[in-house]
């Protein structure tokens, strides 16, 4: 199948540009460079063989080794075998959690200015 740059976009950032079986990082411009360390391709996440459809729900960056290494084999298996789990998380979703982190300490910030002001000033006097 052949994809549009855009499509190919669309589908690497549901991963944020990371291989779906090894969650290693894949160099988007190496799409279909088989010769590449980091070359990939499109994968169908439920194969074609076992009615897995051509939508993009179903559509995965993968490093061409990773998914030679795959072949009839299931997701699950294979991920266990790189030593992690699930999908990849998505660009978008990277980058909110990265505002919420960015949020969370600026929220802690402000917390420890507010209890540091509300201490009473100490009355110390000298005689
Ligand atoms: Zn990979």
Redesign the pocket.
């Known amino acids: 199948m052949k994809y549009t740059d855009s499509e190919l976009n669309f589908i690497a950032e549901k991963t944020g540009c990371?291989?779906?079986?090894?969650?290693?990082p894949?160099k988007f411009d190496a799409y279909g460079d088989y010769s590449h360390p980091d070359g990939?391709e499109v994968d169908h996440v439920r194969p074609r063989s076992k009615k897995g459809h051509n939508g993009f729900s179903n559509l995965r960056v993968?490093?061409t080794?990773?998914?030679r290494k795959k072949g009839n084999r299931s997701n699950r298996y294979v991920r266990s075998k790189?030593g992690v789990k699930g999908m990849p998380a998505s660009t978008s979703n990277r980058i909110w959690k990265g505002i919420a982190y960015t949020a969370l300490g600026f929220g802690t910030i402000w917390l420890i200015n507010e209890i540091c002001k509300s201490r009473p000033e100490p009355k110390v006097t000298f005689n």
């Open positions: 990371d291989c779906h079986l090894c969650h290693q894949i990939w993968a490093h080794h990773c998914n790189f």
